[in-house]
């Protein structure tokens, strides 16, 4: 398998729209965000308003009255029923028409009805699943070690003008680090020594595991861990766009970032990232620092994929020539087209695998 | 007839490009508005150049120098004739090309005219006819009481992001005012009571009757008739695109307010309002009150109607489930098809009319 | 040939996508504004970035690296090779990638390697060649008295949102400077006199001779040639895109402006102007007014330019009707249109002559 031709270095990428996974649940906002007011949010170009019924429960509708197509963002919610702000038609959480104002006749008839979409709050995420043609299938993605004991979680709404493919290689990509964000995390020196990449690729997954890595000699590895150690880095994917950066150094420090990736539109998205840590020092003492450099990488990151975006639409294509340390882009991009062709997922056995030499 | 499919409730209008009437009288501006200067304005996305000739005429030119294509309405009017700002091209009021300076030749040859639009000055606004494909047929609406004896007339232009027909259901409704501008003219009481809404549609115009109305319970009808008194009201749709909503509260308060609705685009429109008031009480005690409430009460829906024309676009369609308290629009936008169709006029026998109740 | 219909008056130009002539020099910018940072321009709508390689040469890539398609422009140049922001791969003047950081394959392949044009750097001006079917077919443009002993050299980028043929025509056109620029260079005098227009078209350029004509009656001849003098004034268009205004006042006053457009996209242009002046009055003197006048007659231009421009995209064409008047711009599209379209270039005779009586 290793042969195959979408794992050669130089490939191309040409589509500019990216590859539309309906079917599967993505993050809409973090639970605190949803609370009296109805909430608007676009996935996929679609707006979606959300809000709390009277039990405290989310719930996700078009956000579109059926009456005179106002959205009902703009309105509020009256005895856990969510209020158009035009005429004041009344909806429950399954999408329902309950009340007309100054209407003597049965509010609810098909015509009234808002679309529902299915939701999920767990962990402190609210997740939707953007598509109407059957009941979802599994619950949303877990993310690790989330509120763990001896655990600092952070929970980050991070914009970008980037299409999901490209916020996830941008997360995932080790090679830029040196360049982009020099002297942050990684540092551009000559000497550098070469790493092992182990790729598995699975049908609804792909990791890269970096064998031999040092400690990364930027700012926040030297204050994570001053004193060095083992380093043990994965980096993952998994459908339709999660992204996952796990760091073990020593036996004390873990991290663990997931990002769940949500698709605004073919190029606009938000990252809801959410970083475990465990940690030798005492977090509180660092965590401002750390804190910092990460919003600087992020904003670096974030303004890079906004000019990348840029270029692509001015060519009207993407057209990417890869090498072998892209170890991780080629394999979203391949993960994700196959899901959105709803190619059947083969049956779970030994994944794909390569070794990469990197330099790092 | 009262059987109709377009008559009954849920009905859609999917229509996002509204019916397009170009064989009518629109009002470009207020006559006081054009003075020395020449005036641009547009209609149906046309641009239009006004300006008035040496004997004080109004005239409409294309908005467009036929030579290097600059809009004459950058230029000025010297000696009653409109001159290009860029090489000072002269055009008398009917399009002719009366004068291009340095040139020796004859200046007036066919392709250097300018289209020109017939143009009415009437009850202190200027109409024009957007259609150069033969003469109008009859005159502009007359305003009813405008400057009559007895009557306070005010004339406003107030600009809206929405079509004509979504300006003037918007006008004409009256479930909203209840629930959108809450206190200011209705209330959205429990207590409400039921009146008829009497519909009666011809072929050029709708109007619906409320009977049994009281006077308003809001700040507006609080203060134009502070001891209430039987209530009369109208309202009223005249094609292409005028509203009329008509009170008589008592025997001494009578509202007229007439708006004259141009459009500039698709989704862009221009009401021009012309409200002629006869009341009891003094009305230059009363004028500052009711004039702030009455700008409240178009700004909340300004604000409504670009919300509503964005989710239009937003959903690149107008999809619209009516009850049978939506009394007007679906009728408005049934004659503003016929007649953008150009569907012959029926004789003007009995209206089609039916009766509805509301709760005020 | 003068009865041909391409120079009949009230002709009509209705293309309102320029021609487009690709193989051609075109100015990118002035030679000193090129130093160590890369520099991104576009042409055509296709972005370039210029960047000096280490024996201070320019050259001229596709401003999009090969791997993620960021513009190289956001890089830096390092050791004369040009690398990316991202990842920092390095590509040499002729687009070669020479270095890809952390990789330890060889980093030249065909699809890592930019589109490279060639680059001339003349007069102080770095020119492009925007093609890439074949080498160039000979040198660029020679500015005419740029740097000549006993002139004083300006040079000036000055933008303008026009095609190359409006901004060309406005640059050579004499009626709108007494109309739009009155006062400050021309007057519009009712006592005009007449003079002769010579006009001759050659295959790769027109030109315009103005027979008779006095020095200018406003401001910026009045204080070139304060004692006025004999007249000669030649207006020129040269293939693809270059225009001059040539005067001698008297023995010892020479102006010759040249302006080498550069098509940033249809309708959007930069004129590289290049102003060569010898005179009888010392120029330290004057330059401060005359270049004040120069800048005011400039902005009014662009002003006009984009105002005529934004009146073109309204109505979707360019609908000219000219006279005999208008001695250039109907010969200048011509001509832009044969090159666009690649009509073998006819053997040079005898030029197309024509003689047109002006008021000036």
Redesign the interface.
């Known amino acids: 398998m290793g042969g195959m031709p979408e794992n050669a ?2 490939q ?1 990428a040409r589509e500019l729209v990216q590859p539309r996974i309906r079917r599967a649940w993505y993050v809409a906002c973090v639970s605190t965000e949803l609370r009296k007011k109805p909430l608007a949010f676009t996935i996929f ?1 679609t ?1 979606i308003v959300l809000f709390r019924d009277s039990s405290g429960q989310a719930n996700a509708l078009m ?2 009255c ?6 009902l963002s ?1 309105g509020k919610v009256v005895d856990g029923r969510l209020a158009c ?4 038609w009344q909806f429950s959480g399954d999408g329902r028409c309950v009340h ?6 049965e509010p609810d ?1 098909p ?2 009805r808002c679309g529902a979409f299915p939701v999920i709050e767990q962990q402190g995420f609210v997740w939707v699943w953007p598509d109407r043609s059957g009941p979802p299938e599994g619950p949303p993605f877990e993310m690790r070690y989330a509120d763990a004991p001896g655990y600092l979680t952070v929970r980050k709404a991070l914009p970008a003008q980037a299409s999901i493919h490209a916020v996830a290689e941008n997360a995932l ?4 680090t ?3 964000h020099r002297g942050l995390f990684r540092s ?1 020196t000559p000497n ?1 020594a ?1 790493i092992t990449c182990r790729i598995k690729r699975w049908h609804d997954r792909v990791e890269c595991e970096y064998i031999g890595e040092s400690r990364p000699t930027g700012l926040v590895g030297r204050i994570l861990s001053p004193s060095g150690g083992t380093v043990i880095h994965f980096d993952r994917f998994y459908l339709p766009s999660i992204v996952e950066v796990e760091y073990r150094i020593g036996d004390e420090n873990h991290i663990v970032l997931n990002g769940a990736i949500t698709p605004v539109s073919d190029h606009e998205s938000v990252l809801h990232a959410c970083v475990a840590v465990r940690a030798r020092i005492p977090l509180w003492l660092v965590r401002p620092f750390v804190e910092m450099a990460a919003l600087r990488i992020f904003g670096q990151d974030q303004r ?1 994929l906004e ?2 975006t840029n ?2 639409r ?2 009207g294509e ?8 892209d170890v991780l882009g080629p394999h979203i991009l391949r993960l994700m087209r196959q899901a959105a062709r709803g190619t059947p997922a083969p049956p779970d056995g030994q994944p794909y695998t390569r070794d990469v ?4």
């Open positions: 270095p130089d191309d170009e707006p956000d579109r059926p009456h005179r197509n106002v959205p703009i702000g035009y005429h004041g007309i104002p100054a209407y003597t006749g008839r015509a009234r990509d080790v090679p830029h040196a360049f982009l551009d550098r070469p890079l000019i990348q270029a692509l001015r060519f993407a057209r990417y020539a890869s090498t072998e340390i030499t990197m330099l790092v």
